[in-house]
Each structure stands twice: as C-alpha cells, then as structure tokens.
C-alpha cells in the first residue's frame, strides 16, 4: 500500500477518534499498534514492548518527576504565599501593584515547577485579593492566567522536555531558547497592566495600606532560599557544570530541604507531593509511549521521503510554509491538548523546518510559543478550565473568556517578533552551548 493512502487511514482514523472523545493516547496507540499489525505482520507487534520499555528506562525522561517534586515541594512550603506577599510589600503604592506582583510570582514558580502552580496558587491567593481591593475581574483574572502559562516557555517547562524527547533536539538548548522570549512575554504583560492603570484608573485602585521598610526588608529575606535554588539549577545547567537531569535531582533536594527548614515537610505533604509528581509524570509517559511508536511505525512506512519530497515540490516562499505550519498549530491548540499537538506535529513539522533551512531551536521555541498561547484560548484553553476551578465566586465562565484577548494579542506579538528576530530565541543558547 502506498505511504500516501497510510498517511490518510492514519491520520483520518486518529480525527475521528479524537472527535468521539478518545483520549489521544488511546486513540493513537490503538491505531498504530492496529497499524502495524496490519501491514507489517504479528511479529512486528514485538515493538510495543521494546519500545515502552526503552521509554520508560530513558535517563532523559527522569527530568521530568524531578522538576516536577522539586515545584511540589516548594508550592507546599507555602513559597508562593510568602512570594506574594512579599513582593506586594514593595510595590504597594504601585496602581495595578498586584496584578504585576503576580505576574512576577508566576515566573518565580514557572522557573520552580513549570505549567500549572502558577495558576492554582495564584488563583487561590491573588485573585480575591485584587478583586477585594476592586481591581477589575479582566485584569485580576487575566494576569493570573497569562502569568500562569509562562511556565510553558520558562524552563524548566515540562512541555519543553516531552518535545525535546519526540522531536530528539537538546533539551538544554530549549531551556534557554525559553528563557529570553518568556522574560520578554512577562515585561509585556506588566506593561500592559501598567498602561491600563494609567488610561483606566478606575480599574486598577491604589492601595492604602501603609506598609514600612522594615516589612519590605524582611519580606525579601521570606525568598531567598528558593531564589538560590532556581539560581544553582538553571545556572548550572547554563554553564555547564550539569545536565539537566542532574540539576533537576539537585533542585528536588534542594527543595525538599527548603520545605524542612519552613517546617512544612510532613508525612502528608511528602505523600501528597509524590502522588501529584507520580500522575503527571505517568500522564506524560502514557502520551510518549504512542508517540512514540506512531513515529517508528510512520517513519518505516515511509513518511520522511513523502514529506520531504513534497515539500521540495512546493514552488512557493518556505517563509509562507511556516506562517502555514504557525496557523496549524494555532488552530489544533483551540481545540486540542498541547500534548496531543506535540505528539502528532512535532515529528512531521520539524524536519519540514529543518529542509526549508530554518533552525531547529528557533522553530522549536515558535511552536511551544503556540502550545501557550492554546492555553489560553477557548474552547479547550486549559488555563481557562483551572481558572473556573480555583475563582472565587461570583466569577463566571463568561468573566474569564473576557479577561484573556489583551494578553493573548501579547502572546501573538512576541511570537511574530520571535519569528523576524531569531536571535531572540538562539542568543541565550549559543552563547550557552
């Protein structure tokens, strides 16, 4: 059978079974492991097995429960509470000070745990606070959750190490790709907040709270041990001095006694923290283990010399194939996991943008720029449904479909500007390596 009636079997039985509302890891395994049966015999099948078991033994892959402990570990010492509290201290007399104090926590807790305590923690502390100060819903919700998907581009990004893993690029060198183009993203997102202060005053009230410098003083004192911490991780990594797999063991040591020293290390907490870390990473395996097996099974049936022939083909701009690929993926991020776009885009886009010449870092920061700006846009926007689940009440579905377009405009912003300037995204990088 030809690789061009595979790819349509393929591809239009995982749409389909995605739109009946198969989790994408059963839709994809079950199709690939049908697949190979089918034409390439029973002993085939004897894939599964080798595959899930070199998968599931990869040192590369221990990053993954170790950043993830590491950021369970400091969200249970109470760090993000402390964090917050703290750097409020210092922008009190500041309009719209809240809003940018937690965008500034969200990229103190991206850097400690990636994608998803920003949100819950933020969402639980920050948000009844500014809307008790009557801050505006869109601005306390929306800053909350902008700040919150940054731990997708900030490393250590648990997204960035599945990617690496599937798409075989350093993992080292997407961390710093992350780094400068997340940073960029988080000034914006303060400059935004600034700007509506200053045109709608109304939306961001000053605060009366006097609040002395001695307060200030000490508030500081509260984060700098896991300041240090994310400082001895990423710098290490940066120069050089470990892998990310051994930094990421250093850092959930380092948390864990960080947890110890506030007195937060018990026997629930030590539980509690295993448990989340053992689902995530479990969550990550089961879509990387069918991932997996989809590549090898489309790789041999012959899918790198269509796609590369095809596209030499193509009489047209290879900037216009990737504006194309950018769309795409924008589009699968509205209604599909990030997980589920990585795992069936990544192995076929990739060597696309290696052919037309581009850089395979900087094409890989522009497609987890996409992957966050999915999660902040309905219908599927997972920052939208954790939203709903820690707001206070009286905020409804409605309120925080209203709070994100400003901030994902942002989002569209830096990722054109990463397109024009690659250099936003390699410098850090090749500089690093």
Same mark, same amino acid.
């Given at each position: *059978? ?21 989790? @994408?890891?059963?839709?994809? %395994?079950?199709?690939? $492991?049908? *697949? ?25 892959? +221990? ?6 402990? +590491? ?18 201290? &210092? ?5 719209? %000070? ?5 965008? %500034? ?10 994608? %998803? ?80 202060g200053i045109v709608k005053p109304h939306e961001l009230p000053k605060p009366t709270v006097h609040i002395s410098w001695r307060m200030r003083w000490q508030a500081l004192g509260e984060i700098?041990?896991p300041s240090m911490l994310v400082l001895i991780v990423l710098g290490s990594i940066f120069l050089g001095v470990a892998t990310p797999t051994e930094a990421a063991g250093v850092g959930a ?17 030590? *539980? ?33 010399? *269509? ?11 290879? &900037? ?13 991020? +509205? ?5 589920? @776009? $990585? ?29 966050? @700006? ?7 926007? &997972?920052?939208?449904?954790? +939203? ?8 409804t579905t409605r309120d925080i479909w209203r709070a994100v377009p400003p901030f994902v405009l942002i989002q569209i912003f830096v990722l054109i500007l990463v397109m024009i300037f690659p ?11």
């Amino acid at each position: *059978m030809s690789i061009e009636l595979i790819t349509i079997i393929l591809f239009g039985s995982l749409l389909l079974l995605l739109a009946l509302g198969i989790p @994408v890891t059963f839709a994809l %395994g079950s199709i690939t $492991v049908l *697949m190979t049966f089918i034409f390439d015999g029973p002993d085939a099948v004897y894939t599964v097995a080798t595959t899930t078991y070199q998968q599931m033994t990869s040192p590369t892959l +221990m990053t993954i429960p170790l950043f993830l402990i +590491m950021g369970n570990f400091l969200v249970e010492s109470g760090i993000s509470e402390r964090m917050y509290n703290g750097l409020s201290y &210092w922008l009190s007399g500041v309009r719209g %000070g809240l809003a940018i104090v937690s965008i %500034g926590v969200c990229v103190s807790l991206a850097m400690c745990g990636g994608f %998803g305590p920003g949100i819950l923690t933020m969402g639980l502390v920050a948000v009844p606070a500014m809307l008790k100060h009557n801050y505006s819903k869109s601005i306390a919700l929306g800053s909350v959750m902008a700040g919150g998907v940054l731990g997708e581009i900030i490393p250590p990004a648990i997204i960035m190490i599945i990617f690496a893993f599937i798409a075989r690029v350093s993992i080292g060198k997407l961390f710093f790709g992350g780094l400068v183009p997340g940073l960029i993203l988080a000034l914006l997102y303060i400059c935004y907040i600034v700007f509506v202060g200053i045109v709608k005053p109304h939306e961001l009230p000053k605060p009366t709270v006097h609040i002395s410098w001695r307060m200030r003083w000490q508030a500081l004192g509260e984060i700098f041990l896991p300041s240090m911490l994310v400082l001895i991780v990423l710098g290490s990594i940066f120069l050089g001095v470990a892998t990310p797999t051994e930094a990421a063991g250093v850092g959930a040591l380092g948390s864990m006694i960080i947890c110890a020293i506030h007195r937060k290390l018990t026997l629930k907490v030590l *539980m509690d923290s295993c448990m989340q870390t053992l689902k995530i990473t479990g969550m990550a395996l089961w879509i990387l283990i069918p991932a997996t097996l989809f590549g090898v099974f489309y790789a041999s049936a012959g899918a790198q010399d *269509m796609i590369m022939g095809f596209i030499q083909s193509l009489e047209v701009n290879r &900037w216009l194939v990737l504006i194309c690929m950018q769309l795409v993926l924008l589009i699968f991020g +509205m209604f599909m996991d990030d997980y589920a @776009v $990585v795992t069936i885009c990544a192995p076929i886009m990739l060597p696309i943008a290696r052919l037309l010449g581009f850089d395979p870092i900087w094409f890989s920061i522009l497609f987890i720029l996409n992957m966050q @700006v999915a999660y902040l846009t309905p219908p599927f926007g &997972w920052a939208l449904i954790m +939203m709903k689940g820690v707001a206070p009440e009286g905020v409804t579905t409605r309120d925080i479909w209203r709070a994100v377009p400003p901030f994902v405009l942002i989002q569209i912003f830096v990722l054109i500007l990463v397109m024009i300037f690659p250099q936003i995204a390699l410098w850090l990088p090749n500089t690093a390596f």
